[in-house]
């Protein structure tokens, strides 16, 4: 009864900019704790960010001061605005968003995104 749909993947040069954004819907009371990971051919998925419903933000060491992570409430939507592009930084990228669902009882899930690719070229 949740989806996150993600956009705003693609090609990009070192040095560039890209951002993503990752829109929840479905039986939605409320959202918690949104993020983003993203995983590389071969690697493990990894935490990039993450962002409280009262807007506390976290990061990884990798993309401080670089990637900005941000969200929507009103729209249930998560953006990640990704500056100084690294090659390194390719990967599928997914969001996550940890869901309470209309009239449940019950603590939120987890949910995921299909992930969105970036590619960062040098």
């Known amino acids: 009864q949740v989806q996150l749909v993600e956009s705003g993947g693609g090609l990009v040069q070192a040095g560039g900019s890209l951002r993503l954004s990752c829109a929840a819907s479905g039986s939605i009371f409320s959202i918690n704790v949104m993020g983003w990971y993203r995983q590389a051919p071969g690697k493990q998925r990894e935490l990039v960010a993450t962002?409280?419903?009262?807007?506390?933000?976290n990061y990884a060491d990798s993309v401080k001061g670089r990637f900005t992570i941000s969200r929507d409430n009103a729209k249930n939507t998560v953006y990640l605005q990704m500056n100084s592009l690294k090659p390194e930084d390719t990967a599928a990228y997914y969001c996550?968003?940890?869901?309470?669902?209309?009239?449940?009882?019950?603590?939120?899930?987890?949910?995921w995104g299909q992930g969105t690719q970036v590619t960062v070229s040098s």
């Open positions: 996550n968003a940890n869901v309470k669902i209309i009239l449940s009882t019950s603590w939120g899930n987890d949910y």
């Open positions: 962002i409280t419903s009262g807007g506390s933000t």
